[in-house]
């Protein structure tokens, strides 16, 4: 007690007992400054006015002009129990919340008495009555804006398709423009990335985000790396609004095909990727028609799951005037008598197996071409000689 009368003394009009304001109506007062929250409920008194017979108004005023609206937001209960004049005490206390949502819902141009945070500041005019003189309480008070909603990620989850060809540094996805917040008032939001709870799905370590939301390719995706048709991992985003409230979601992270690999032989008991290998033939000098390769025949395959088609085609000089290769299915057809020749009994014909596509993937192989009419001819000579 006498800490409020100290208090009293100071400031003979108003002092603070917790969140309440008491005034005494002895004389008119201004400059007194009151917070209320957003969700202090119904019933929660703001002012107490002692010395005053008891009954109060109010008017509530914002940007200097009377809202009936705001003023029904608050009501002065009447006292069943009156004691002495003296003592008699009025209170002011909240009949609706004055919920910032609502408000700024209700109120046109809300925003030119508010804060960029959501406060409401706004001023009551509380008139009491002590000996027959109306006394005037000039109150300037704030709503204080709570963070009670969490923040939202729009149209979430989220899906992104990546090449695996975009490089380590490449912007990805932008969340900036895809959060929102019930709350008034703007919200700062702070994105960040964490594990996603499946850890064989998660794809937290391929991409980083910046505090605004930008999601950044981090390390290189390797497309070839990952499971046979289940090209895809998730990354978990979650979004902290500045009141702490945490939401998260997940990006669908599928990794595109690229044609970043060559080609690669089908050729038995090759070690894969099969890059290097000889076939080989037996031909007559009169034989025209398809030439059956050994030990297998020739087929090559896009080494990328993109599986572009595959260009055949004979790289050879003299040979070609005796041979030609289909370009689309690598078979090797005869199409002359070997006349007129230098080719003798044994020789190669190089092979170009290259990629349908823009990029310059290609190997070369080899067919070794055994004439064997001319084997035996030249093992006779000898003989002969
Ligand atoms: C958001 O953050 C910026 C910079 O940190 C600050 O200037 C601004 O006041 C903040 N806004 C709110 C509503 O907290
Ligand atoms: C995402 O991260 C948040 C925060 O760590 C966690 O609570 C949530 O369970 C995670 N979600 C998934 C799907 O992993
Ligand atoms: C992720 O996205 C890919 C591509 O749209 C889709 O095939 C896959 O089913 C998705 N994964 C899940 C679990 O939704
Ligand atoms: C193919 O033949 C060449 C030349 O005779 C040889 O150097 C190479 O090792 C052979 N490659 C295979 C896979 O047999
Ligand atoms: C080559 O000719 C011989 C007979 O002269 C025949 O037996 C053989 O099948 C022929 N080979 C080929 C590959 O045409
Ligand atoms: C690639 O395409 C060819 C036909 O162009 C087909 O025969 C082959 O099976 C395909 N391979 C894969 C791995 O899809
Ligand atoms: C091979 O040479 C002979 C004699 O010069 C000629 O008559 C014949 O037409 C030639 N054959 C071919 C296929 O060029
Ligand atoms: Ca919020
Ligand atoms: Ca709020
Ligand atoms: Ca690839």
């Not at 004389?27 to 009954?55: H, M």
């Not at 002590?130 to 899906?159: G, I, K, W």
């Not at 008991?269 to 297998?296: F, H, K, R, T, W």
């Not at 090797?332 to 006349?339: M, R």
Request: hydrophobic letters at 40%; one cysteine or more; a negative charge.
């Amino acid at each position: 007690m006498r800490f409020l009368g100290y208090l009293l003394l100071v400031a003979s009009w108003t002092f603070v007992s917790g969140d309440v304001f008491l005034f005494d109506c002895s004389e008119d007062t201004t400059g007194a400054e009151l917070e209320i929250r957003e969700v202090d409920p119904v019933g929660t008194v703001v002012a107490r006015v002692s010395g005053s017979d008891g009954v109060l108004q109010w008017s509530a005023i914002l940007g200097g002009s009377r809202s009936t609206y705001l003023t029904q937001f608050f009501t002065s209960p009447k006292f069943s129990t009156m004691t002495t004049p003296e003592n008699a005490a009025a209170s002011l206390t909240i009949a609706r919340k004055v919920d910032l949502e609502l408000l700024e819902y209700e109120i046109p141009n809300f925003w030119e008495y508010s804060r960029s945070n959501g406060d409401l500041t706004f001023d009551l005019e509380i008139t009491c009555i002590a000996e027959d003189t109306p006394r005037r309480h000039n109150v300037h008070v704030a709503v204080l804006a709570v963070n009670e909603f969490y923040p939202q990620f729009l149209r979430a989850p989220y899906q992104m398709a990546v090449s695996e060809a975009v490089e380590p540094g490449a912007e990805l996805f932008s969340l900036t423009s895809l959060v929102t917040d019930m709350d008034a008032g703007d919200s700062n939001f702070t994105f960040a990335i964490k594990p996603y709870m499946i850890s064989q799905f998660d794809g937290s370590r391929y991409v980083t985000i910046s505090e605004s939301g930008d999601v950044t390719l981090l390390e290189p995706l390797d497309f070839e790396l990952l499971p046979v048709g289940r090209n895809y991992m998730f990354v978990n985003v979650t979004v902290t609004d500045d009141g702490g409230l945490l939401t998260s979601t997940s990006i669908n992270l599928t990794v595109l095909d690229a044609n970043d690999q060559g080609v690669e032989l089908v050729y038995p008991g090759c070690p894969q990727p099969c890059l290097e290998a000889n076939y080989s033939a037996d031909v007559n000098v009169s034989y025209i028609g398809e030439v059956s390769l050994l030990p297998v025949p020739l087929t090559a395959m896009d080494l990328d799951a993109l599986n572009e088609s595959v260009i055949y085609t004979l790289d050879t000089d003299e040979a070609a005037n005796f041979f030609r290769m289909d370009e689309r299915t690598g078979r090797l057809y005869k199409t002359a008598v070997l006349e007129n020749d230098t080719l003798g009994p044994r020789f190669v014909l190089n092979v170009r197996v290259e990629e349908a596509s823009e990029s310059s993937h290609f190997l070369l192989t080899t067919v070794t071409i055994l004439v064997p009419e001319r084997l035996a001819a030249a093992s006779m000579c000898t003989r002969l000689y």
